[in-house]
T-cell receptor, first 115, second 115 residues
């Protein structure tokens, strides 16, 4: 148990659906991240929030919309996704903000399948 | 550009045998280096990290890694592998680009352990 909880664990959605992924951390950390993990590809950083403010968006398509209402919660809103968006979506947090040497604590991920 | 290369996609070892997972990085400044492990259905867990000082770093679960600046490498080792070590292993470098800090991950090495 890393202290970072993601729900749901699995999600199947059609291309016209709207769904949201949720991440919650009880570690008192200041930064939260969304990563995409596709088969045989390196983890891709999608979004970074530091003290609830978005500090990085790695050119992610607008069909992915993040929300960070407070330092403990992070959402990823999904709409009109494509089959190639099927992947494991990992949430992470770090204590000292977005530092180059920060240790990340990861959740178990949401396995997303887009039909 | 900063990058991390893990040359071996899959490695199979026998239980009790020694293990070495390779990692090469490309980074212009002093690197912050990490090894993470991902068990099936789980998020990533930090094994060890290198920032400075002693080039041989000890981690959890009996793992160690050696930083070799001349070879731009940070290989992970374990003297005797246990069946529970079967997982995917990711090397990462802490990077700063575009005014932001981030972790750049390699594509991972999947370790299988034979009894």
């Amino acid at each position: 148990e890393t202290g970072v909880t993601q729900t749901p664990r699995h999600l199947v959605m059609g291309m016209t659906n709207k769904k949201s992924l949720k991440c919650e951390q009880h570690l008192g950390h200041n930064a939260m991240y969304w990563y995409k993990q596709s088969a045989k590809k390196p983890l891709e950083l999608m979004f970074v929030y530091s003290l609830e403010e978005r500090v990085e968006n790695n050119s992610v398509p607008s069909r992915f919309s993040p929300e960070c209402p407070n330092s403990s919660h992070l959402f990823l809103h999904l709409h009109t996704l494509q089959p190639e968006d099927s992947a494991l979506y990992l949430c992470a947090s770090s204590q000292g903000g977005v530092g180059r040497g920060e240790k990340l604590f990861f959740g178990s991920g949401t396995q997303l399948s887009v039909l | 550009a900063q990058s991390v290369t893990q040359p071996d996609i899959h490695i199979t070892v026998s239980e009790g045998a020694s293990l070495e997972l390779r990692c090469n990085y490309s980074y212009g400044a002093t690197p912050y280096l990490f090894w993470y492990v991902q068990s099936p259905g789980q998020g990533l867990q930090l094994l060890l990290k290198y920032f400075s000082g002693d080039t041989l770093v000890q981690g959890i679960k009996g793992f160690e890694a050696e930083f070799k600046r001349s070879q731009s490498s940070f290989n992970l080792r374990k003297p005797s592998v246990h069946w529970s070590d079967a997982a995917e292993y990711f090397c990462a470098v802490g990077s700063r680009s575009g005014g932001y800090n981030k972790l750049i991950f390699g594509a991972g090495t999947r370790l299988a352990v034979h009894p």
